[in-house]
């Protein structure tokens, strides 16, 4: 129950063409992430597969059944949007209970499944109350709670923290993969933050103007990026990435070394550079050098991570040396090279 | 900032303002007062001394002020149930995308720029005519007798002039709320299952109800004192006579300004009584 199948889906928006022939399948029970710059058609593609927006060709099958022309409403799938979306002029128990009533199911299972609701999303205080009297994170659950009643056979989520602060974030992330874990339910999750996908996902889907840059388990995405914009996008810090004559000498065009894989010493080392900004964060210093005479591109600037503190300043010189072993190639055209 | 000094300084000089309009409203509400306590004919004798309340008992046992009561609150009624009824509809159908949806905007708020007295001439003289009016000439396409609209259903008819002077007010009000429906909130309740209607009724309708709230207590005092359109149409004729319009007459058809004023302190209760009610029904809308 749950599976989603896109065959050859394409959208335009009158000429201009957002999402070119694209081919995609979730399995039942993944968690499936779709991640990428703003603008990229991640939104847009969450909007097709819920029915919220027709698609210009292509089908797309929800367990095994042509659903390329049934309404929203019949999909049987559940959305959570960025807004939240709630209804104001109802209680926390009526927002709850509106696809129930829509779907006509009696009062007493609507009961039973909103205090079940309640119960498991911490809101069993909030009944009556309006979503006006909610926080951000109340509201979050509110708009879950809204989507789980009707025992979808799969959840999409819009953006769904980005409205939230940074430390409520984690803690809804965590509560997110918690409910996937127990619902086992088929969830696509949308969001620009390479962090929610890299610790929520089962399935990465990396997307840029609409094209599908690489499908894979994080890991996947993290040690074998397919080309050069996958491996900038995952991963934090950035990866570097560098062109020219240290490129040359790897027979590539461009190679890529994570700020994780570099070793610093302050005396001795392959590349030589100046520190910028170190900003340390306890467990770990990301070091910013400049002046390593390497093609970094705009900017020149090679990112370093060390485990713990280090005592370097501004100015000093500093020493890198990439983990040959865990080197990315890529060639000409950004693809990369094994 | 607002020192002692300047808070006094800010008084001083709103107070020419506060003073002037304070004036306006209260010149003219104290001599309505003092003249409906008195026996006031201006062509007969001028002013005849103070009768207490005379002018009271005599407005409401006079033959004509029920009628008039009733059909005040019938134009009122009517207008109100018609423009927010169509007001809601034309908001819905100018919110959806379409071509030339300026112009079409401009147009419909059109009919609110016309003055009373205009539209209303149009109204009598084009369409409503039994002899040369469009719609004398309808009927008679399809064979039936012109009606002649202002003698034979004068009060829809003026029910009808007004509606269409105060449809664009209730539109743009409504429009406004309409855009400002967070498009998100349909389309949840889309994937809820709820279809259009129910997604009308459940959220659109709920999202209006503090707009249609303002429309209501706005056009309600308007309506109270629409006065041009029967002047102008049927001149009070034909049980057009509303409460404003019985004031009219008392003060300068009868020459009777004691009379007209008792009338004047009946409708401001009148107007008052229609505000509270308001207010209970639809004002806890406005604290939300």
């Known amino acids: ?338 | 900032m607002a020192t002692q000094h300047s808070r006094s300084a800010a008084r001083i000089m709103m107070a020419p303002a506060v003073i002037l309009l304070l004036g306006w409203m209260l010149v003219p509400l104290i001599m309505t007062l003092l003249f409906s306590f008195k026996k006031y004919l201006p062509m007969r004798g001028g002013d005849l001394g103070w009768v207490g309340f005379e002018n009271y008992v005599r407005f409401v046992s006079s033959s004509a002020f029920w009628p008039s009561v009733s059909a005040t609150l019938i134009v009122v009624g009517g207008v109100l149930a018609i423009t927010i009824f169509f007001g809601v509809l034309l908001a819905i159908l100018l919110n959806q995308p379409m071509w030339g949806q300026g112009v079409v905007r401009i147009l419909v708020i059109a009919p609110f720029f016309v003055m009373p007295t205009v539209s209303a001439l149009v109204w009598k003289n084009m369409f409503m005519d039994p002899t040369n009016g469009l719609f004398a000439h309808l009927w008679r396409f399809f064979g039936a007798d012109p009606v002649s609209w202002l003698s034979e259903a004068s009060l829809p008819s003026i029910v009808l002039i007004v509606s269409w002077q105060w449809l664009p007010f209730a539109t743009l009000i409504l429009l406004t709320a309409i855009q400002s429906l967070d498009s998100e909130q349909l389309e949840a309740a889309e994937m809820d299952g709820a279809p259009p209607l129910k997604r009308f009724a459940y959220i659109t309708l709920p999202h209006l109800s503090r707009a249609i709230t303002i429309v209501l207590l706005i056009q309600t005092i308007f309506l109270l004192a629409i006065f041009a359109e029967i002047f102008v149409t049927t001149g009070g004729a034909f049980g057009t006579r509303t409460l404003t319009y019985l004031i009219f007459q008392r003060v300068l058809e009868s020459q009777n300004v004691g009379l007209g004023s008792a009338g004047g302190v009946y409708a401001i209760i009148l107007a008052n009584i229609v505000a509270i009610f308001l207010m209970r029904i639809v004002g806890k809308n406005l604290d939300a």
């Open chain 1, 1 to 338: 129950m749950g599976q989603i199948k896109l065959n050859q889906v394409t959208k335009s928006f009158g000429e201009v063409q957002v999402i070119p022939p694209l081919d995609l399948t979730i399995e039942d029970g993944e968690f499936t992430v779709f991640v990428g710059p703003s603008g990229c058609g991640k939104s847009t593609l969450l909007r097709l597969i819920a029915g919220l927006e027709d698609i210009t060709s292509g089908h797309i099958d929800i367990d095994g059944m042509d659903a390329t022309n049934v309404p929203p409403a019949k999909r049987g799938l559940a959305m959570v949007f960025q807004s939240y979306a709630l209804y104001p002029h109802m209680s926390v128990r009526k927002n709850i209970a509106f696809p129930m009533k829509m779907a006509g199911i009696d009062e007493a299972e609507q009961k039973r499944r909103i205090e079940a609701a309640a119960k498991a999303l911490n809101l069993t205080d909030y009944l009556d109350r309006r979503p006006g009297q909610l926080s951000g994170g109340q509201r979050q659950r509110v708009a879950i709670g809204r989507a789980i009643v009707r025992e979808p056979s799969a959840f999409l989520f819009d953006e769904p923290l980005s409205n939230l602060d940074a430390a409520l974030r984690v803690g809804m992330r965590l509560e997110i993969s918690e409910l996937h874990k127990r619902l086992a339910t088929t969830m696509i999750y949308v969001t620009h933050d390479q962090v929610e996908a890299m610790t929520m996902a089962d399935k990465i889907v990396v997307l840029r103007a609409g094209f599908i840059e690489q499908v894979g388990s994080p890991l996947d995405l993290y040690h074998n990026p397919r080309n050069e914009s996958v491996a900038g996008f995952i991963g934090s810090p950035k990866m570097n990435l560098i062109k020219g004559a240290e490129a040359q000498k790897h027979g590539v065009a461009t190679i890529g070394i994570r700020p994780e894989h570099t070793d610093v010493s302050m005396s001795e080392g392959l590349w030589k550079g100046t520190v910028g900004v170190a900003e340390h964060l306890g467990s770990d210093t990301f070091i910013h050098v400049h002046n390593t005479g390497l093609d970094t591109g705009p900017g020149d600037m090679v990112t370093v991570r060390i485990t713990g503190d280090i005592q370097a300043k501004h100015g000093d010189e500093i020493y890198l040396t990439p983990q040959l072993d865990k080197l990315h190639k890529f060639d000409a055209q950004g693809l990369r090279v094994d």
